[in-house]
């Protein structure tokens, strides 16, 4: 081969196998001496874990998170994960001290909950995965809905009728009501 710069691009995926390498190399042949042109693309059989499903549910005060995780072929042992939570574009927190553990364990699948009650109401939160081998799933967002504040507004009704007759004024308000107050 003539002297110069040869670039080589990889397939992402070849036989079954992902790249685990750059996508692009590059080699540089000299003039004088003999030289290896070589490019070591490396593929790795597809070993890490897949989220099969992940729902978030809200209230005001809590966020759930739950997910299923399908066990590769050849892992003996569930696979764990801690909770990140962000608000809007903010710093990702870490909110797990150890990992989820696992809720229910089946033949090929994992399932799991996380509930973050260290939320506020009417908030955008992001969330987002970490396994124990440093991979990140997500993010998934979840609002929490605004508070409901309630006030109370006394009813006064007027009675009509032998009954009002026997009660009299002194009775004070017939009813009462409660209604939802924007926050």
């Given at each position: 081969?003539?002297?110069?710069?040869y670039t080589a691009t990889a397939?992402?995926?070849?036989?079954?196998?992902?790249?685990?390498?750059?996508?692009?190399?590059?080699?540089?042949?000299?003039?004088?001496?003999?030289?290896?042109?070589?490019?070591?693309?490396?593929?790795?059989?597809?070993?890490?874990?897949?989220?099969?499903?992940?729902?978030?549910?809200?209230?005001?005060?809590?966020?759930?998170?739950?997910?299923?995780?399908?066990?590769?072929?050849?892992?003996?042992?569930?696979?764990?994960?801690?909770?990140?939570?962000?608000?809007?574009?903010?710093?990702?927190?870490?909110?797990?001290?150890?990992?989820?553990?696992?809720?229910?364990?089946?033949?090929?699948?994992?399932?799991?909950?996380?509930?973050?009650?260290?939320?506020?109401?009417?908030?955008?939160?992001?969330?987002?995965?970490?396994?124990?081998?440093?991979?990140?799933?997500?993010?998934?967002?979840?609002?929490?809905?605004?508070?409901?504040?309630?006030?109370?507004?006394?009813?006064?009704?007027?009675?009509?009728?032998p009954q009002a007759a026997r009660?009299?004024?002194?009775?004070?308000?017939?009813?009462?009501?409660?209604?939802?107050?924007?926050?």
């Amino acid at each position: 081969m003539l002297p110069g710069v040869y670039t080589a691009t990889a397939p992402a995926t070849h036989s079954g196998y992902l790249l685990s390498s750059s996508l692009v190399l590059t080699c540089q042949l000299t003039i004088g001496q003999p030289q290896y042109l070589g490019f070591d693309f490396g593929y790795a059989a597809p070993t890490g874990v897949l989220l099969a499903q992940v729902v978030l549910e809200s209230a005001p005060h809590a966020v759930r998170l739950g997910w299923t995780a399908m066990l590769p072929a050849g892992i003996p042992t569930a696979p764990s994960f801690d909770v990140w939570r962000a608000i809007k574009s903010g710093e990702w927190i870490k909110l797990t001290a150890e990992p989820v553990p696992p809720l229910k364990i089946a033949v090929a699948s994992v399932e799991y909950a996380y509930r973050d009650e260290s939320v506020l109401p009417g908030v955008r939160y992001s969330y987002r995965l970490a396994g124990a081998d440093g991979a990140f799933y997500g993010p998934w967002e979840a609002t929490t809905p605004p508070a409901v504040r309630r006030s109370y507004l006394p009813w006064l009704a007027t009675e009509v009728g032998p009954q009002a007759a026997r009660r009299g004024p002194a009775a004070g308000p017939v009813g009462r009501v409660y209604l939802p107050l924007a926050p």
